[in-house]
């Protein structure tokens, strides 16, 4: 909310309070979604519709600072609990009005609620209203913030690991340049050079696959799929890494299972999942691929004996660019976008992914998806409303 909003709020409570003191309306008998008030003979009728109209979260003060109404938002955010301000912050600013008699704006960042461990960010004003009374509008910025975060996170990796291999690619051209009267140097450098090309073209083939997963089509070539068939071709795509590092894929009894989607977006989720499960194993280890049936979904588990990733990491390892061994995927030719890769595809075939995981033990993707079902007459439909994971 803008800070202009204060002055219609204020004109409005204003022409409340200017209209004589009316007990207020108790809050049992309102809706269970209008403000919460207490029974006073200090607050005028209308208040809690002038705060119900607000999108902001808002909390009228007495000069105790006891809550005369609060909006739900308000309870929602966890700023109100038994009458009162839960957040030492939010008194301050208060008591900070009342005393300057000046309107007041800042940002938060508070528990959501005595108990809560989530953070809210929140773009708080707080203004008097007449001589007794003091108004707290709360707006959430949490997402908002979050976003820019993840935009400024975006472009700095995008230009780092850009940055690297074209400056390789730079370098390399001039060491070709310099060695042309050693062939040996010569093929060395073009080795090198070709790796880094590919690596470039890596990135950039992954941030045209996060773009097109993004858009409205991404799915144009739907239809069931045989998840036997995905993982199939997703293992056989990682054999020969595999059999380098000495790692057996094993893979559980045929499921049957039918799923519908895109089939070449399916194999490159698991492909993808396969392959950090390989980068991220020790060699001779194995990795293992699941299918099962449960009640109108189909869950694919890749399984590894790997580094595993540690707990405060978990949340984050979907996130663009986001390594938990930075340098490993480096060395390896990850490019940091293939879990990212995978969250988007599953969650526009309806389902979801999920990760377990041990530190030093090992890690297990699962991706969930409604299960393909077959009518009376044979024809493919879908698992009905309500039912597996894209309910």
Known sequence: MDPAWLVPVAIAFGFLLGAGSVAA???????????????????????????????????????????????????????????????????????????????????????????????????????PLGTRFILLLADDRTEAHRLEEVRRDFVANVSHELKTPIGAVGLLAEALESAAEEPDEVKRFATRLTIEADRLARITQDLIELSRLQAGDALRDAGVVAVDDVVAQAVDRNRVAAEKHGIALVVGKRSR??????????????????????????????????????????????????????????DRVFERFFRVDSARSRNTGGTGLGLSIVKHIVNNHGGDVRVWSQHGRGSTFTIRLPEAVRTADGAPALAPAGTGAGS
């Open 257 to 314: 299972a039918e799923v519908f989607g895109d089939e070449a977006l399916l194999v490159t989720a698991l492909d993808n999942l396969v392959a950090n499960a390989i980068q991220f194993s020790p060699d001779d280890a194995r990795v293992g691929i699941g299918v099962t049936r449960d009640d109108g979904a189909v869950e694919i588990a890749v399984t590894d004996q790997g580094v595993g990733i540690p707990e405060a990491e978990r």
């Open 25 to 127: 309306v108790v809050a049992a008998h309102r809706r269970g979604q209008r403000a919460v008030s207490v029974v006073s003979p200090t607050i005028p009728a209308g208040a809690d519709e002038v705060i119900d109209s607000l999108e902001s979260a808002g909390i009228v003060l007495d000069a105790s600072n006891n809550v005369l109404t609060a909006s739900p938002r308000a309870v929602s955010f966890g700023l109100v609990w038994n009458h009162a301000l839960v957040h030492p912050e939010l008194i301050a600013l208060v008591d900070r009005v009342r005393r300057d008699g000046e309107a007041v704006s800042d940002e938060l960042v508070l528990p959501r609620g005595r108990f809560g461990e989530a953070g809210l960010r929140l773009a708080v004003r707080v203004a």
